[in-house]
């Protein structure tokens, strides 16, 4: 059982369409961290949230933590083909210190 | 501006065969990181450091061995590879503090026969 559960595993979409990405945990983080990967490199960060309600936006992506600090999703409208990737949160536990755990990811796929 | 390189990026091994995957960076982080990628499970930590000449156990350290002899360096190495340890593999580097980023390397695929 992974600590961040990730939903959808696995998400094809249409250019254009919004969508939503879940990231749970039974655990309280500290932070989470969002990164995309694209086949063949390493992950990069998109955002870290920090604070229980806290919202970001990066361009066409919103990324929330919810209050408890346990949660945390990431919304894209209008996917364009070029969004596609893995979707990857992470966050240090609170009894973990700095130590990352990672999701098992969420393979997003725009078609235009 | 390399960044976290790694290398090799590709290697077959046979079962119980040993080598050393080498990562560097060149931003002067103090901490580093090896994870393995295997499908549906996301990254795991192997081995993790928090500067030169400390190595800590991760969440799946057993079968690997790691060095950190210098600030820029770490070395991961297996000394006798399993076909379970076939995986990609990323080195990773940050800052010290909180709510740092980690800075990925871009990974060596390994496949032991």
């Known amino acids: 059982t992974q600590l961040l559960e990730q939903s959808p595993q696995f998400l094809s979409i249409q250019e254009g369409e919004n969508l939503t990405v879940y990231c749970n945990s039974s655990?309280?983080?500290?932070?989470l961290q969002w990164y995309r990967q694209e086949p063949g490199e390493g992950p990069v960060l998109l955002v870290t949230v920090v604070t229980g309600g806290e919202v970001k936006k990066l361009k066409r992506l919103t990324f929330q933590f919810g209050d408890a600090r346990k949660d945390s999703s990431l919304h894209i409208t209008a996917a364009q083909p070029g969004d596609t990737g893995l979707y990857l949160c992470a966050g240090p536990p609170m009894e973990y210190g700095n130590k990352l755990v990672f999701g098992a990811g969420t393979i997003l796929r725009v078609k235009s | 501006n390399a960044g976290v390189t790694q290398t090799p990026k590709f290697r077959v091994l046979k079962t119980g065969q040993s080598m050393t995957l080498l990562c560097a960076q060149d931003?002067?982080?103090?901490?580093m990181y090896w994870y393995r990628q295997d499908p549906g499970m996301g990254l795991r930590l192997i081995h993790y450091?928090?500067?030169?000449?400390?190595?800590a156990k991760g969440e799946v350290p057993d079968g690997y061995n790691v060095s950190r002899l210098k600030k820029q360096n770490f070395l991961l190495g297996l000394e006798s590879a399993a076909p379970s340890q076939t995986s990609v593999y990323f080195c990773?580097?940050?800052?010290?503090?909180?709510?740092?980023?980690?800075?990925f390397g871009d990974g060596t695929r390994l496949s032991i026969l």
């Open positions: 655990s309280v983080f500290s932070s």
């Open positions: 990773a580097s940050s800052r010290l503090g909180s709510f740092q980023p980690q800075h």
């Open positions: 931003m002067n982080h103090e901490y």
């Open positions: 450091s928090v500067g030169e000449g400390t190595t």
